[in-house]
């Protein structure tokens, strides 16, 4: 069956770095989109970052561009979200999720996906 392993999540002080990865298993990894959700205490789970197969077409939330950067090794099956600059507001529980999409698509709904981990909790100090 398809497995996704979040990885990386952790305490970390404001303007700290972490960097999530996400072993996937059980799927054609290169065919599937990848995302990046979190969701924090009392809010919606939100996509902060999404790329397509060949990793060449990305998306990202407002809140994250310019300080996480999401990127794949498809030879590995692994995503990453690189994150940089943290913020207290950054503390979530941080989901790896993938999409079987066309090749040129970069997903950024809930809805999209097709296959979720079990996410990693990230906690950002002030």
């Known amino acids: 069956q398809v497995q996704l392993a979040e990885s990386g999540g952790g305490l970390v002080q404001a303007g700290g770095s972490l960097r999530l990865s996400c072993a996937a298993s059980?799927?054609?990894?290169?065919?599937?989109?990848m995302g990046w959700f979190r969701q924090a205490p009392g809010k919606e789970r939100e996509c902060v970052a999404s790329?397509?197969?060949?990793?060449?077409?990305?998306y990202y939330a407002d809140s994250v561009k310019g300080r996480f950067t999401i990127s794949r090794d498809n030879a590995k099956n692994t995503v990453y979200l690189q994150m940089f600059s943290l913020k207290p507001e950054s503390t979530a529980v941080y989901y790896c999720?993938?999409?079987?999409?066309?090749?040129?698509?970069?997903?950024?709904?809930?809805?999209?996906?097709?296959?979720w981990g079990q996410g990693t909790q990230v906690t950002v100090s002030s």
């Open positions: 790329v397509n197969w060949s990793g060449d077409i990305t």
């Open positions: 059980g799927l054609t990894f290169s065919t599937y989109a």
């Open positions: 999720a993938a999409a079987l999409t066309d090749r040129g698509v970069r997903p950024e709904e809930e809805g999209e996906f097709d296959y």
